[in-house]
């Protein structure tokens, strides 16, 4: 590893010191007329040694983007990260980090609970053929069975 900085945040992070499952915030950007946007590292599977399936990836997205707005306005963007080991999530002005787990809870609780994958279909999805109802719900279960770990992000 290099001692030079990287653009990109995560690039910086030494992945063989984190042990998921956590959530941490990534990086707070602040706009032009004062907005800021809180990026979360939301580690479901532990670097270089698990990654998720991604048709349960890819539902899992669906799910959390469609869901997590039924409980704030303050979500930007929910992404999955290259290396399916997690998910970035974006909030708009929303500096509280508790209740951004609490939003993250509520939202895979949700998801325990779906009977359908949103948007899951040729219309409205570029792949729909790859997707995993019961593949997202387990990760989300996996990740909800360590709730009490999220706030630890090294071993």
Known sequence: MTDKQMNVESFNLDHTKVKAPYVRLAGVKAGQ???EIYKYDMRICQPNKAHMDMPALHSLEHLLAELSRNHTDKVVDISPMGCQTGFYVSLINHDDYDDALNLLEKTLNDVLEAEEVPACNEMQ?????????????EIARGFLAGRNEWKNVFA
């Open 125 to 137: 999805c570029g792949w729909a053929a790859s997707h995993s109802l019961e593949g997202a719900k």
């Open 33 to 35: 007329h004062g907005d």
